[in-house]
């Protein structure tokens, strides 16, 4: 699609069996819950994979705090373009 704004694209994963696909959708959209693909079960949108992963369970052991976010340091993922 040329025309228009780009739609962002969205991850949704379907509770039923697990299926991650992903969906262009207008924003307004985003956190509504999609239809699965495969078994049409409502989907819930994924959240943003960046800052949501704690790297606790694997080893590493940067316990300080321990609640900002990986790439940025910020607090809150908010304000992590990333
Ligand atoms: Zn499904």
Redesign the pocket.
Same mark, same amino acid.
């Given at each position: 699609m040329i025309r228009g704004k780009a739609m962002p694209l969205y991850e949704y994963i #379907?509770p039923? %069996?697990g299926?991650r696909f992903e969906l262009l959708r207008p924003l307004r959209q985003a956190s509504e819950a999609a239809p #699965?693909p495969? %078994?049409h079960?409502d989907?819930g949108r994924v959240p943003s994979t960046f800052c949501a992963l704690s790297q606790d369970e694997s080893g590493l052991t940067s316990s300080i705090g321990g609640n900002s976010c990986a790439s940025c340091g910020a607090p809150g993922c908010d304000t992590c373009g990333l």
């Amino acid at each position: 699609m040329i025309r228009g704004k780009a739609m962002p694209l969205y991850e949704y994963i #379907c509770p039923d %069996c697990g299926l991650r696909f992903e969906l262009l959708r207008p924003l307004r959209q985003a956190s509504e819950a999609a239809p #699965c693909p495969a %078994c049409h079960s409502d989907a819930g949108r994924v959240p943003s994979t960046f800052c949501a992963l704690s790297q606790d369970e694997s080893g590493l052991t940067s316990s300080i705090g321990g609640n900002s976010c990986a790439s940025c340091g910020a607090p809150g993922c908010d304000t992590c373009g990333l």
